[in-house]
Each structure stands twice: as C-alpha cells, then as structure tokens.
C-alpha cells in the first residue's frame, strides 16, 4: 500500500506535486500547531502595510482542518490539476503554471473585496472550470444520481456545496478566473483569426493575449519538438483527452 502511494506521489507531474506537497505541508503544519492559520492567510492590510509579503502565496496553501473536507479538495486538486498538466498542457509546463500565476493574480485581486482569506478553493476550481470547457464530450455522473458532460462540473460542485450550507462565493470566484482564462486562452485567438471568405482556410492567426513570459519559460526549459500547436489546444479539438479519464464514462 505505501509503496503504491510512493509511486503514485512520484508519477505525478512536476507543478501537481508541487502544489500538492506544499499545501499537505502548510495545512499539517497548521493542524499541528507547527504554523498558526493567523500568519499565512491573506490580508492585505498586512501584506502592503507591514510588508508580510509571503501571504500572497501561502494563502493559497491552507485547505482547513484534517478531515473529510480537507480530503476532498486534495483529491479535486490532484485530480484536475494533474489532468490539465498531462492533457492540454502537455510539454508546456510553464504555460500551465502561467496559468497558475494568472489565476492567483485574479482571484488576489478580488479577495479584498469579497473578504476571503485563503484562496486554494478558488484556485482548484478554476482548473476543474477550465478542465471542464477544454474537454466538453466526456461524460460523468453524479452519486449515480444524473449524469452530465464535463462543462456542467463546477456547477453541479456549486449546487452541492450550496447544499451543505456552504457560501457559493469561494468556488464562484474560481469560476470567474477561469472562464476568463478560458476566453483569453482559447476563445478570444478564435475570434480575432482571419480566414479566407472562400475557403475559410485561415489565413492570419489570432492574437494569444495570455504568452508565457520568458522569464517562466526559462524556469521551465521544453524541447520545440515536445511542444504541440497552442492553436489546437481549445475546447472543441480536445477530444483526445477523453481517454484519460475512463473511470468517468458510461
């Protein structure tokens, strides 16, 4: 069983480990008495006043107590985050934590104005909403209640938190960031290509708003042979992910 977990742990691809390993940390650390709640959520009171610049990330670290809760959202994050590194964002590691960088800068910005204080909820499900749009045909079911295609996700998840008496402002907030990384990714280079009017072959590609920095990709070093067309990377042409996910097909 341990040997399983270890190579389950091992296979997981390098930003996926990453975030799960540091957010297993810094919430055990805090269970533990290790590390105080109080010294890593966000406040921005805190961070451009005193200048405790360190909670713009460790906010995003803190899932809660040790429990059933803090299981479920380990799973959703190992889960999603793993899909979308080894799927869309295959051999482009650095594009996926760009996304990353994107989405935590967006959800950073809202925070003050929505009052949360730990922002790792909305951070996963911003990448169970773009999982979701990028991979529109697989089928999945609920409890074996209903079933629904993958872009329906993170509202049957908002339905069933709400139902436990949760607040929808978490996970609404993760939805927001990533529709919006969604449209400036995948959505927007579509709507400005230019095709031919007769053939409608196209003849100028989009705009990409959303390119990598160099200086991400430096961290992040690929191969040109290992990195796909980013132009065949959007919602209707993922298709080929569906294998990946075989447990959730009927």
Not at 75 to 102: K, N, P, Q
Not at 121 to 139: A, D, E, I, K
Not at 160 to 177: E, I, N, R
Request: some cysteine; charged content about 15%.
């Amino acid at each position: 069983m341990a040997q399983n977990i270890e190579e389950w742990y091992k296979q997981m691809p390098v930003i996926t480990r990453s975030y799960l390993t540091l957010s297993f940390l810094t919430t055990a650390g805090c269970a533990l008495d290790i590390i105080s709640p109080f010294s890593v959520y966000f406040n921005a009171r805190l961070i451009f006043y005193k200048f405790e610049l360190w909670r713009l990330l460790t906010n995003f670290f803190f899932f809660g107590s040790l429990g059933l809760d803090f299981l479920f959202h380990m799973f959703f994050l190992s889960r999603y985050c793993r899909l979308l590194e080894e799927g869309s964002f295959r051999h482009r590691t650095a594009d996926f934590f760009y996304m990353l960088v994107f989405g935590g800068v967006l959800l950073t910005s809202c925070a003050p104005f929505v009052n949360i204080q730990f922002l790792g909820s909305s951070l996963t499900f911003m990448m169970v909403y773009v999982w979701g749009r990028r991979n529109q045909y697989v089928n999945m079911n609920f409890l074996g209640l209903f079933n629904f295609t993958a872009p329906y996700l993170p509202w049957v998840l908002l339905a069933f938190s709400m139902l436990l008496g949760s607040s929808p402002v978490v996970d609404l907030l993760g939805m927001a960031a990533g529709h919006t990384y969604y449209f400036l990714e995948d959505v927007y280079p579509k709507l400005s290509e230019k095709r031919d009017p007769m053939t409608g072959q196209v003849i100028k590609p989009g705009r990409r708003l959303l390119k990598t920095p160099g200086a991400i990709k430096a961290l992040f070093p690929q191969r040109d042979e290992d990195v796909p067309d980013p132009g065949a990377l959007g919602g209707d042409n993922m298709q080929w992910e569906n294998a990946a996910v075989p447990d959730e097909h009927n």
